[in-house]
């Protein structure tokens, strides 16, 4: 069975410093990993998918994460973060039709 | 429009009435789903479609939660003698490719209080 797991409730950063959000997975096959962001009384809105390849893949809004198989994580990172960039993240992963979204990193970035 | 519409966007019900939410997918998108956000929690699968193939209904909590979809386009999630732990947030979403590698397009959700 394909699970997610995000460890961190809550992330703070300083504007203009780097950050990351965690995220490790584990299933039995290749697996299709996705980030999701989800601003307050929002649906989530796609942010950047690994399917094959690059291990480094960019996404929007100068979001990129970084496929490591060997540590199984998929953590999002961005260079220099905005206070526009708080909000909820979900990592989610797809080995089936049907992905598994993990519990959500809330992203605080203060000014 | 162009993206997924839900509704209602809220609805306050009593405990023991029937509730139906609407999910209007992308134009063209045949995989659609239905997940469960609850405070705290993360997404709780409940419901997928493809296409007219049979739905995974593997997520439904009991036999309280139904759903189907007509001509493979609007999807309306039933729930049957609400209870309180039935309080959530219901996010329908739709996505273009059969395959695994598509990304899912989310409505805004239908926020369900049962008093």
């Known amino acids: 069975a394909q699970s997610v797991a995000q460890p961190e409730d809550q992330v703070n950063v300083a504007e203009g410093n780097p950050l990351t959000v965690k995220c490790t997975y584990s299933?039995?096959?290749?697996?299709?990993l996705f980030w999701y962001v989800q601003y307050p009384n929002r649906g989530l809105q796609f942010l950047l998918k690994y399917i094959t390849g690059d291990n480094l893949v960019k996404g929007s809004y100068g979001f990129e994460a970084e496929f490591n198989k060997s540590q199984t994580s998929f953590h999002l990172k961005k260079p220099s973060a905005l206070v526009s960039d708080s909000a909820l993240y979900f990592c989610?992963?797809?080995?089936?039709?049907?992905?598994?979204f993990g519990r959500g990193t809330s992203l605080i970035v203060h000014p | 429009g162009a993206g997924v519409s839900q509704s209602p966007s809220n609805k306050v019900t009593e405990k023991g009435k029937d509730v139906e939410l609407r999910c209007d997918p992308i134009s063209g998108h045949t995989a659609l789903y239905w997940y469960r956000q609850s405070l705290g929690q993360g997404l709780e699968f409940l419901i997928y479609f493809q296409g007219n193939s049979a739905p995974d209904k593997s997520g439904l909590p009991s036999d309280r939660f139904s759903a189907e979809r007509t001509g493979g386009s609007v999807s309306t999630l039933t729930i049957q003698r609400t209870q309180q732990e039935d309080s959530a947030v219901y996010l329908c979403a739709s996505s273009l490719a059969q395959g695994m590698a598509g990304e899912l397009f989310f409505g805004e959700g239908s926020r369900l209080t049962v008093l």
């Open positions: 299933v039995s096959g290749n697996p299709y």
């Open positions: 989610a992963v797809k080995e089936s039709y049907i992905p598994t």
